[in-house]
């Protein structure tokens, strides 16, 4: 990974609830992951620098720019709004979690992994 290192201390009880968390949210990596996304949306709900250009600041092969529906937009602007989610980024890509991340998704998934590790251990043999 591309980026500068940082330091980060944090008290024992914030530890346990972050590694909970993390334990609840399998899609966050590790705590890296997850720090760098929340700090990410804590800047972006607080009021970015003005003088970043937030359509060009990721520049991730996962990044995906969409077009909300107008209903849609202002449903998850209300929900940022009443504390729900905390930016549009975090609404989306819960929706997207609910849709497609579901237990026989990731099943299929850790099955087809297990089949193609067992396919090479077969082939080098």
């Known amino acids: 990974m591309d980026g500068e290192r940082i330091s980060l201390r944090l ?26 996304l929340a700090i990410r949306a804590f800047i ?12 060009t600041q990721s520049s991730k092969e996962t990044a995906v720019t969409v077009e909300v529906p107008a209903l849609a937009y202002m449903t998850i602007k209300d929900f940022i709004r009443a504390g729900v989610y905390n930016s549009m980024e975090d609404a989306v890509v819960e929706c997207l979690r609910e849709k497609f991340i579901t237990k026989e998704v990731k099943e299929r998934i850790l099955r087809q992994q297990a089949e193609s590790v067992r396919t090479i251990e077969v082939l080098d043999r």
């Open 44 to 55: 972006e709900q607080n009021g970015a620098s003005k003088d970043i250009d937030m359509t």
């Open 11 to 36: 008290e024992p009880d914030d530890l346990r609830m972050l590694d909970s968390f993390l334990k609840d949210h399998p899609e966050y990596s590790n705590r890296s992951h997850l720090a760098r």
